[in-house]
């Protein structure tokens, strides 16, 4: 198991666990630590400078699955991850919370299914994501707008001085979705949903669906959130 990671202030798992703790350390060597303190014997190795051009074959490579637990405000390295994914016969889980929901998926190594999935043309560099020459829009990663949340909360979000909002048991629920997914695809079963296809379930309205992002869903979504909150 490889974990690679920078910091610990945004780490993903056991969000209660880590708002507690005071500590400076580098997230991966944390979570490596919980890992290791579990008592399975796992063996984790921790690479302390994240993904970078010159590791990421290594990774990758060593790698019967790969889970994608990079940003979407990053979608290069994310890129980057799935092309060499892809290049190793490697199978990638992706995962996103919103509100109480998530939103996850498998990109398997066969087509462009990353580019695909976030509407990028197959030649797409890096940099061009990295430079913001050519930009994801916010429908690709929020299917959807919950009615809980507030317009002035997505505004944030849309004007980049916001992350998408997750409270603590999406986050917890994206943790159960990915390592539920990744095992079954270890044991060659079919996951629910591959790229560019995404299965999303929301814990507070109990909906579940399988469906592709779509700029007339979410603008739709947004419509009802909106007169929703001014009727109410």
């Not at 290594?58 to 290069?76: C, E, H, K, N, Q």
């Not at 919370?97 to 462009?112: K, L, R, S, Y």
């Not at 919950?146 to 998408?164: F, K, R, T």
Request: hydrophobic share 45%.
């Amino acid at each position: 198991m490889t974990y690679s990671a920078r910091s610990l202030g945004d780490c993903p798992l056991a969000p209660d666990f880590v708002n507690l703790l005071p500590d400076p350390r580098n997230k991966a060597e944390v979570v490596a630590e919980l890992c290791r303190g579990i008592g399975t014997g796992a063996i984790v190795e921790v690479v302390r400078e994240g993904i970078t051009p010159d590791n990421v074959e290594d990774l990758v490579a060593s790698s019967d699955l790969v889970i994608d637990g990079t940003d979407y405000t990053v979608p290069d390295v994310g890129l980057r991850l799935a092309r060499t994914a892809r290049g190793a016969s490697v199978s990638v889980v992706l995962a996103v919370e919103i509100g109480f929901g998530v939103w996850h998926t498998v990109i398997p190594p066969d087509g462009n299914r990353f580019e695909r999935l976030l509407g990028l043309a197959p030649t797409v560099t890096f940099d061009d994501l990295a430079s913001r020459r050519v930009s994801v829009p916010l429908w690709r990663w929020v299917l959807s707008i919950p009615a809980y949340i507030g317009m002035d909360v997505l505004a944030h979000v849309e004007q980049g001085h916001l992350e998408a909002p997750a409270v603590a048991p999406a986050v917890e629920l994206s943790a159960a979705v990915v390592s539920t997914t990744a095992i079954s695809l270890l044991v060659g079963r079919r996951p629910p949903a591959s790229a560019p296809r995404v299965h999303h379930f929301d814990a507070r309205t109990g909906k579940a669906k399988t469906l592709r992002p779509s700029r007339v869903r979410f603008y739709l979504s947004a419509a009802i959130a909106s007169i929703g909150r001014s009727v109410g």
